[in-house]
């Protein structure tokens, strides 16, 4: 394999989201203006009670796979089938409790809980989409990538027929399932189309694979409950105006998210591979992760502050002027949420994924109590601000009180650096660190 086969990964990902994400934008705008900010606030709503779902549909299997394919390539075959029938199993579970929650949640709104019904299909469709992580542990995440491209392409092309025949908020909610669905069919093909081996499913292996991706389900749960709790709570006490003017803010940070995703995606199996070669490699690549991680967040959060303003203007109207303040605020944890990614991939490399559910359980617990105590009190920046303080506490204060992890706060101080960053700007690191050998 060429030494650059990571940066070709991690550049096909960046591309095809660069892409996606301008077009998303694009229709995006236009929606939110087109849905006024309580339409707006309805689909986020729902979108957040439908996530908290994901991890159980997940079964840490999304964080675990790409090892599994490293670790035993003669049977990728009987991996991936066993892990999509787990997976499609688990996900009519999680619809049906999507469901319930807002018929019990929503008793008087039955345009709520039909948008649930309909994008809780989300759920069928991300977990025929696992195929993905067979494509990373191959760094040929090109594949996924233009999928999900010719997924997005194709969707916006439906919803500005919505919004040329004024369609109903409905409507739009089924554009995330075509979505993921139109994804989940070209991965699949494709990978039939380049595999030599038949997807099978062995259940005794699925219960091997369980046992190891088992410390992963509660930890992330956890973790959409402080990513997503807020939105719900805004929903019940504030209505759904004031959770479309969070959301609209939160749209905006998540614009970016894409590059980071990928930058870690792709270090990923380089870093895990280390690990069984060298540990002063292998702790050299997640310092050298955490700086990049690092320095990119800040520069965000810094360019999103000074232009809250017309960039909420922009993008989602005066209607939206109220999402200008919390843009400013929560910008600012979007470094320490980061931090977060990177750690996991540190625990999974050190096969110390028993630990993350006492860490989560302890993010979400303090977020929903600060969200309770300065959601009344502020609305959407108190739910912002609550965010930060879970968002640092969870992912950088934990890590000096808790002694198993504290290595890893060890590492992440260093690529504080910024002489690291210096080195990668002049190109005298960056190839070294998204290499393979």
């Given at each position: 394999m060429k030494n650059n086969s990571v940066l070709k990964n991690a550049s096909w990902i960046i591309i095809c989201k660069i892409i996606q994400s301008l077009i998303n934008l694009i229709i995006g705008m236009?929606?939110?203006?087109?849905?006024?900010?309580?339409?707006?606030?309805?689909?986020?709503?729902?979108?957040?009670?439908?996530?908290?779902?994901?991890?159980?549909?997940?079964?840490g299997l999304n964080q675990t796979l790409v090892k599994e394919f490293i670790n035993a390539p003669e049977r990728e075959g009987q991996i991936l089938g066993t892990a999509l029938a787990i997976n499609i199993l688990s996900s009519l579970c999680s619809m049906a409790g999507s469901v319930a929650f807002v018929l019990v949640a929503n008793p008087?709104?039955?345009?709520?809980?039909?948008?649930?019904?309909?994008?809780?299909?989300?759920?069928?469709?991300?977990?025929?989409?696992?195929?993905?992580?067979?494509?990373?542990?191959?760094?040929?995440?090109?594949?996924?990538?233009?999928?999900?491209?010719?997924?997005?392409t194709l969707v916006a092309f439906y919803k500005v027929y919505l919004l040329v025949s004024g369609k109903g908020v409905v409507w739009f909610s089924v554009s995330n399932v075509l979505d993921f669905m139109i994804a989940s069919v070209i991965l699949m093909f494709i990978y039939h189309r380049m595999s030599t081996q038949k997807l099978s499913v062995n259940w005794r292996l699925g219960k091997e694979m369980l046992s190891r991706s088992k410390y992963y389900i509660l930890p992330s749960l956890m973790v959409m409950?402080?990513?997503?709790t807020d939105r719900v709570m805004i929903n019940m006490m504030c209505?759904?105006?004031?959770?479309?003017?969070?959301?609209?803010?939160?749209?905006?940070?998540?614009?970016?998210?894409?590059?980071?995703?990928?930058?870690?995606?792709?270090?990923r199996p380089e870093i895990l591979e280390k690990k069984k070669l060298s540990r002063e490699q292998y702790e050299k690549r997640v310092i050298q992760l955490y700086s990049i991680i690092t320095y990119m967040s800040l520069a965000q959060s810094v360019f999103m502050?000074?232009?809250?303003?017309?960039?909420?203007?922009?993008?989602?109207?005066?209607?939206?002027?109220?999402?200008?303040?919390?843009?400013?605020?929560?910008?600012w944890y979007v470094t320490f949420s980061y931090?977060?990614?990177?750690?996991?991939?540190?625990?999974?490399?050190?096969?110390?994924?028993?630990?993350?559910?006492?860490?989560?359980?302890?993010?979400?617990?303090?977020?929903?109590?600060?969200?309770?105590?300065?959601?009344?009190?502020?609305?959407?920046v108190g739910a912002a601000v609550a965010s930060f303080v879970t968002q640092?506490?969870?992912?950088?204060?934990?890590?000096?009180?808790?002694?198993?992890?504290?290595?890893?706060?060890?590492?992440?101080?260093?690529?504080?650096?910024?002489?690291?960053?210096?080195?990668?700007?002049?190109?005298?690191i960056l190839p070294r660190i998204l290499k393979r050998k």
């Open positions: 236009i929606t939110a203006r087109y849905l006024g900010p309580s339409n707006y606030g309805v689909i986020s709503y729902v979108a957040s009670v439908v996530a908290f779902a994901l991890p159980i549909m997940q079964l008087n709104e039955p345009e709520t809980l039909l948008v649930c019904v309909l994008y809780s299909f989300t759920l069928l469709f991300q977990a025929t989409e696992m195929t993905q992580y067979w494509f990373q542990s191959k760094l040929l995440s090109k594949y996924p990538s233009i999928a999900t491209l010719i997924a997005y409950i402080f990513q997503h209505g759904t105006e004031e959770t479309g003017i969070y959301s609209a803010a939160i749209t905006c940070i998540g614009i970016t998210g894409f590059v980071f995703s990928a930058v870690i995606e792709s270090a502050t000074v232009l809250s303003q017309p960039i909420i203007y922009i993008m989602f109207g005066e209607k939206y002027a109220g999402s200008v303040a919390v843009l400013c605020v929560a910008v931090f977060g990614s990177v750690r996991n991939v540190w625990i999974l490399a050190e096969g110390i994924q028993k630990y993350l559910f006492g860490i989560n359980i302890v993010g979400a617990v303090l977020n929903i109590l600060v969200n309770l105590a300065l959601i009344p009190i502020w609305g959407g640092f506490f969870t992912n950088v204060v934990i890590g000096f009180i808790f002694p198993p992890i504290r290595r890893n706060n060890y590492l992440m101080m260093k690529g504080l650096n910024p002489k690291i960053v210096i080195d990668i700007i002049r190109g005298n």
